[in-house]
């Protein structure tokens, strides 16, 4: 499977399969889902490496750069709180202490509540000299979300994962219990910031569940991990590129061309927010057509990597 980096809109996610007879396709339409009882929360990276995006002073030397963290930071929890059903996001700070696996408490704040907030850094651990993910995830899963219906937690990086098969292991583990009915619904969304980000790592977490055949009671496919590298990025609204209802439709009626023009399959009865199709091979891209409009998407920049 290969994602695009960078579909056109409407779409938010089209990934690409090789399938027998050329390609399969799943795509979503980007939209902000309606749901009710939602949690959210916001993990931030507090290990050493992301000192300068703080505008932290480091030995005799001035702060190099300002504190870019501290505006990006109270836009993304802002936004969670708008969407959250108590108008509420959980903030933490995670990667801390020399082993990078203490969490800092922020705190839960609206909208309004964090545009006072400062983000500075941790105050009761020093900065991480490791990037441990497992920590937050637990501490989304067990504290911030346990026993809540519906709940995103937004976790942002700036490196190298150092325990991505721990953390595996434990998410593998909360598919189940989501497969089983023991827990309900929870998405999580590793943001890469900067240039030392292994986006392979994130494709790993990504694709985890790819070929689990794990479904909830109600037959939704299982898939805790999105992940999204903040510079392709166009609005914070890709948080939910993938939490979308094959149920919900956008559009009433529409059609799948592939590059030479042929129906390859058509909506009849509505075009839903998640797309699965065919395509034959050969082919380099498709274009989705609605009463009054139409997008062209071009594949070929994953063909190569199939």
């Known amino acids: 499977m290969a994602q695009l980096s960078h579909p056109v809109e409407p779409f938010g996610e089209v990934n690409v399969f090789k399938s027998p007879n050329g390609l399969s396709i799943k795509a979503t339409i980007l939209m902000v889902p309606n749901v009710e009882n939602a949690h959210t929360g916001l993990a931030i990276d507090a290990s050493a490496s992301m000192q300068p995006m703080y505008g932290v002073k480091i030995g005799p030397f001035p702060a190099a750069k300002p504190n870019v963290v501290e505006p990006v930071a109270r836009c993304m929890s802002a936004f969670l709180a708008n969407f959250s059903s108590d108008a509420k996001c959980s903030n933490i700070y995670w990667a801390c202490s020399p082993d990078g696996s203490a969490i800092e408490e922020i705190g839960r704040f609206s909208a309004e509540e964090v545009e006072n907030v400062a983000y500075a850094g941790p105050k009761r651990f ?72 292994d986006e392979a790592q994130m494709e790993e977490l990504d694709d985890m569940f790819e070929g689990s055949n794990l479904r909830t009671p109600k037959g939704k496919e299982i898939d805790i991990w999105d992940h999204c590298v903040a510079s392709d990025m166009r609005d914070l609204n890709e948080i939910f590129k993938e939490i979308v209802d094959e149920d919900t439709i956008v559009v009433e009626s529409g059609k799948i061309l592939d590059n030479q023009g042929r129906v390859v399959k058509e909506y009849g009865d509505g075009v839903p927010a998640i797309l699965k199709f065919d395509l034959p091979a050969g082919t380099t891209g498709f274009t989705l057509e609605w009463p009054g409009g139409n997008v062209v998407q071009d594949i070929s920049e994953v063909l190569g990597r199939l």
């Open 126 to 197: 020093p900065w991480g000299k490791q990037t441990k993910l497992l920590p937050p995830v637990r501490y989304f899963a067990e504290h911030a979300f346990k026993d809540l219906p519906w709940s995103i937690g937004v976790i942002v990086t700036d490196g190298i994962i150092d325990d991505l098969a721990d953390v595996k292991n434990y998410c593998m583990k909360l598919g189940q219990e989501m497969a089983s009915g023991q827990r309900l619904f929870l998405k999580l969304v590793l943001i890469g910031v900067g240039s030392a980000v």
